[in-house]
């Protein structure tokens, strides 16, 4: 049995299923506000807690031509935006230990990169906010090792904390997701998120942009959620070939209330 995480109405590790869901990258305050407003409607048609979910700055993009976002003052304002005027949590990205306490004034859960996830002092900067800290499972590490990140941010005296997993290397280009690693996960007392989308992945195949398998994020989805996941992290985006981030592997908006629906039903079935 996991611990309950909880920010504001949305709790992680009991019988719903939060949604963490946004585009991948803050594109404009217009933009995100209407997709703000369109996925908390669709979760309140379908009874589903969500968090939203963007990036004000996407370091690790594939070329240094890519659109990595407004920046963290303006991105900052726009999260503001989305929680006042849609009145739901939000979580973004941090890369830097400074960025932490900053970012934390208007995020309610702080993530960690699957490739900062044994950045120690960018970790613990992060704990000590008293914010949720959301880690991703580098693709690097095996699902048995969250227990050394775990212990960073309890060590720094955080004991809110969720863990995601989104598909681990797999020879060239490809990723794959095991869904052992949820109960393994699971072990360390905290909630565990399933990244479905970035689990589609597939880095180098896009000519200059990360490609991917779109259709399969359907079928990992379900896959978690059977598997026990606490929760679904998706990035959707309204125009998804128009996206200007992981365009590959965004779900369609138009597609998430089904897809939802689906989901909700395997989790009331797990929860018998």
């Not at 990595?68 to 304002?77: A, D, F, K, S, V």
């Amino acid at each position: 049995m996991s611990n309950i995480i909880q920010t504001g109405s949305v709790s992680f590790g009991g019988d719903d299923l939060p949604i963490i869901a946004g585009p991948c990258v803050i594109e404009s305050r217009d933009h995100s506000l209407a997709m703000a407003e369109a996925l908390a409607n669709v979760c309140s048609k379908t009874g589903v807690p969500l968090v939203f979910k963007s990036s004000f700055d996407k370091a690790n993009r594939t070329t240094r031509d890519s659109f990595r976002g407004p920046g963290m003052e303006e991105g900052l304002q726009i999260l503001s935006n989305v929680k006042e005027t849609v009145g739901i949590p939000v979580l973004t990205d941090i890369h830097h230990p400074e960025q932490a306490s900053i970012v934390a004034e208007v995020a309610d859960i702080l993530q960690i990169p699957a490739f900062l996830c044994r950045q120690t002092d960018l970790i613990e900067a992060a704990a000590k906010t008293g914010k949720i800290v959301n880690v991703k499972k580098g693709q690097f590490l095996s699902p048995w090792k969250v227990g050394s990140i775990v212990a960073k941010i309890e060590g720094a005296g955080g004991n809110k904390i969720l863990l995601t997993d989104r598909g681990t290397t797999f020879g060239y280009e490809s990723l794959v997701s095991d869904m052992r690693s949820i109960p393994v996960m699971k072990e360390t007392g905290y909630p565990v998120i399933f990244d479905a989308t970035h689990s589609a992945q597939m880095p180098g195949t896009g000519g200059g942009k990360t490609g991917g398998a779109r259709e399969f994020i359907p079928t990992l989805a379900k896959a978690a959620v059977a598997a026990g996941a606490d929760g679904i992290f998706m990035e959707v985006h309204d125009n998804v070939d128009a996206a200007k981030s992981d365009a590959a592997t965004q779900w369609p908006l138009d597609q998430f209330a089904d897809l939802l629906a689906i989901l909700k039903d395997i989790r009331n079935a797990v929860n018998g």
